[in-house]
């Protein structure tokens, strides 16, 4: 509402209630407008109210959908072949396939008793050395208890032959073997010999076994299950006195066996591929009509020609000490001769053949058989072996 029309209304008033009004006044000036009071300060700021709490775990949300399959990872290496398994019975002196095993060179044969000291026919002629390796470092023999060996003590008795052996002056004859590098360095055989291995063959080959053939087969036999490959190893097949082996052809010599040999065994995967080459050696006692004997009849077989004809023998165990003697000399053969390139002076001209049936000095052991060594705890009667010279040479028991 105007100022100036409110206070007109109030004088009316006025007039009407007394006098006559008196003339009018003129309208005084317009009042100033008020100065607008100043802003107010800001109140203080409100305190920070507390957290609230945690509010519970969401439920966990849907498995997402399964990512794509990832690619095919590389196939793993092929595994090793299995050496291949046992031959049949296909030549008389060789293994069946490319490369059959040497011939087979044997123990021998005994002259009669009454000679049974006598020299051989070469027994002056130093060993040729022909360029092949020998087995240097410890020679680890591996045992295949071939046929049946329960509650014999055999399997006890040469073990402690080898262990015996080990480090003897008898052994350390071998020493004095060695072979010749390319670049003219000179490796001798190690006065060591140990144990490394035995099993049992319970006649994988049969009992009557093929000559050459069947205790080859017997040495993959135990390699196919669980024997290692050993470079520096001799795999000697052990016959029980059951087993006989299959009549061999020795040039019409008219003999038919062996007492034991010695031979490199090629090895070949189910491929026909070469692996590597070993060294075994079967003995059997049990021979008769020996080869390389004219004389043999005289003691029948070799477990009786090996022990003299003694019905005591140093261990009370006639099959045991036989088998004590064939493994002195098949393994010192084996380890100068292993190729055969090494010494030898042809297949019955080796560290063995030369001393064979040579037993030098003897005593009684301690139970009255023969003997001519102790080795260990035990007596033996083991033939003499060659110690060669630069042009000659003799059979000894010791250097």
Not at 97 to 108: A, K, S, T, Y
Not at 158 to 177: C, H, K, M, Q
């Amino acid at each position: 509402m105007n100022k100036s029309l409110l206070f007109s209304a109030l004088l009316s008033m006025v007039v009407a209630c007394g006098g006559s009004p008196g003339p009018e006044g003129p309208a005084g000036p317009q009042g100033e407008q008020g100065i607008q009071g100043e802003q107010g300060s800001a109140g203080p700021a409100g305190m920070n109210g507390q957290q609230g709490p945690v509010g519970a775990t969401g439920a966990m949300g849907a498995v997402g959908p399964q990512g794509p399959v990832g690619p095919m990872g590389d196939a793993g290496a092929q595994g090793p072949q299995g050496i291949q398994g046992p031959v049949g019975p296909m030549g008389a002196m060789g293994l069946q396939g490319p490369q059959g095993i040497q011939g087979i060179q044997g123990i021998q044969g005994p002259v009669g008793p009454a000679g049974a000291n006598a020299v051989a026919p070469d027994a002056g002629v130093s060993i040729q050395y022909n360029g092949g390796p020998v087995m240097t470092g410890t020679t680890n023999i591996y045992l295949i208890w071939y046929g049946n060996w329960s509650n014999n003590t055999t399997t006890t008795i040469i073990p402690d032959l080898i262990s015996g052996l080990n480090g003897s002056s008898y052994y350390g004859i071998n020493s004095s073997y060695y072979d010749v590098s390319d670049a003219g360095v000179y490796s001798h055989i190690t006065n060591s010999i140990v144990l490394a291995g035995t099993t049992y063959d319970s006649y994988s080959q049969g009992t009557t076994m093929a000559a050459g053939i069947g205790a080859a087969n017997a040495v993959i036999h135990a390699l196919n299950n669980g024997f290692p490959i050993d470079n520096n190893g001799i795999y000697v097949v052990l016959a029980s006195s059951d087993v006989q082996e299959t009549q061999i052809q020795d040039g019409g010599s008219g003999c038919t066996a062996y007492c034991g040999y010695h031979n490199p065994l090629p090895l070949y995967n189910s491929n026909n591929q070469y692996i590597n080459t070993i060294e075994f050696a079967f003995i059997n006692p049990n021979s008769t009509n020996i080869c390389n004997s004219s004389n043999s009849s005289n003691y029948g077989s070799c477990s009786q020609a090996i022990n003299l004809g003694q019905t005591i023998t140093p261990n009370s165990n006639l099959w045991a000490d036989a088998i004590a003697n064939i493994f002195a000399h098949e393994i010192s053969e084996s380890i100068t001769d292993p190729s055969p390139s090494g010494w030898n002076n042809g297949p019955t001209g080796e560290v063995g053949d030369k001393c064979a049936w040579q037993f030098g000095s003897t005593y009684p052991a301690t139970n009255g058989g023969t003997a001519n060594i102790y080795l260990g705890t035990r007596y033996f009667l083991l033939q003499e072996l060659w110690i060669n010279t630069d042009t000659t040479g003799y059979c000894g028991m010791h250097l």
